[in-house]
């Protein structure tokens, strides 16, 4: 090796050292950087966790409302929703529950003779012509009654059961078993209504006999209305069964109602209400 070579291979040397030194520099700077950034990010996560409020995700977020309206719907129940949704025609009438709304809508029915509140109308022409298309034919004897008529009729019946000899009260006492005081009559709502075959013009338990009353029974709910004093539930309706009185109360009410085999007073025990 001549000198020139020598100088030439010591050149490469100090080249390939002076390269080797900066990466090693370079290298421990890098590895010295990423250790302190490590450190930084757990401070700031212990700080967050401290004294910052947590942040949910946008899906969290969403989660949480899902979960409470899933818990609101289930508390509220289906004849809570029912119930909110046709007050009106839910209003309960019985013996503890006097009606005091003088502001009921009504329409004429039967040519005039009688009226009805018209929140039944369209259906009651719809239960009627389904009947009919069955060869089903009624009379309707009593929609809507005012506080007048009722008084008129307990008084009739007061009048009927003394001429036979009881006394004022016993006679009072007996019509009070038949015939709600006035202001206690559903019929007073216009959403109650007897109605007879039309074979059979005696408002009694005879109706039942009858195949038109049947098909009452069993098809009234899908036009809203139920038979408001079934037989078996009078000490809860406090009125004996009545296979002639049909109470309107709505669609989605009269199915709950009928499935469940509850009269209008289990119903309202089922809800949580103040406005009976
Ligand atoms: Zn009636």
């Known amino acids: 090796m001549n000198k020139r070579q020598q100088k030439k291979y010591i050149r490469r040397i100090k080249k390939f050292l002076s390269v080797s030194l900066r990466i090693a520099c370079v290298s421990i700077v890098i590895w010295q950087f990423a250790d302190a950034m490590k450190n930084d990010s757990l401070e700031d996560a212990s700080v967050n966790a401290g004294n910052k409020i947590p942040v949910s995700t946008p899906h ?119 015939t709600a005081m006035p202001g206690f009559s559903e019929h007073e709502t216009g959403l109650a209504l007897d109605i007879l075959c039309a074979e059979n013009n005696k408002m009694d338990i005879t109706q039942e006999k009858y195949a038109g009353n049947a098909w009452l029974q069993q098809h009234c709910s899908e036009y809203g209305f139920i038979l408001r004093y079934p037989r078996g539930k009078e000490d809860i309706t406090h009125i004996s069964y009545e296979p002639w009185h049909f109470r309107y109360v709505g669609k989605d009410a009269a199915a709950y109602i009928t499935q469940n085999n509850i009269t209008l007073e289990e119903f309202y025990e089922r809800i949580n209400t103040d406005t009976r």
Request: glycine share 6%; with cysteine; proline share 2%.
């Open 60 to 178: 969290e977020n969403y989660d949480t409302i899902n979960v409470v309206n899933k818990e609101s719907e289930e508390s509220i129940g289906v004849e809570q929703t029912i119930y909110n949704q046709n007050k009106s025609t839910l209003v309960l009438v019985n013996w503890n529950h006097p009606f005091n709304n003088e502001d009921v809508q009504l329409v004429p029915i039967c040519k005039g003779r009688l009226e009805v509140a018209s929140a039944m109308y369209d259906d009651l022409k719809r239960m009627l012509k389904a009947a009919s298309n069955e060869g089903f034919n009624y009379w309707i004897a009593s929609g809507y009654r005012n506080w007048e008529k009722q008084q008129q009729l307990v008084n009739e019946d007061v009048g009927k059961y003394k001429r036979s000899g009881m006394t004022e009260g016993e006679a009072l006492s007996k019509t009070m078993q038949e």
